[in-house]
């Protein structure tokens, strides 16, 4: 196992790493809405969805990844009624290249963020 760490991401707000990589896939922990100086992003939900894409770009790339070769992901919506808007931002990412996803409402994520994301992705062979 690899561990996987950039300053260009949020940094782990508990006992666990940004990433691993096993056997070439790579495992992200989940992002939420977090500068990567620990500043919570406010508004809606789709400026927090951009910056939660920021964060899993930088943690993708820090892993040998891009979204382009992310397999999976799963999202955890603090309400679905912002589905909608959430699926709008999530489709500029992943316009041609869409991976497997499950979507879920939760009753509260940390920091009360209003979405996480967090992906399985292939790592390039280099």
Request: aromatic fraction near 8%.
């Amino acid at each position: 196992m690899k561990v996987v760490h950039t300053n260009e991401a949020p940094q782990a707000i508990g006992p666990y790493s940004q990433g691993i990589i096993v056997n070439n896939m790579f495992y992200s922990s989940g992002q939420i809405a977090l500068t990567p100086e620990g500043e919570m992003v406010q508004g809606d939900i789709q400026a927090q969805t951009h910056q939660v894409f920021k964060n899993l770009k930088a943690v993708l790339e820090a892993a040998g990844a891009s979204l382009e070769t992310v397999v999976k992901t799963t999202v955890f919506l603090k309400d679905m009624n912002d589905f909608a808007a959430m699926n709008e931002v999530y489709g500029q990412y992943f316009a041609d290249h869409k991976p497997a996803r499950s979507a879920v409402e939760i009753a509260r994520l940390p920091k009360d963020a209003l979405i996480e994301i967090e992906v399985v992705a292939l790592v390039k062979q280099s």
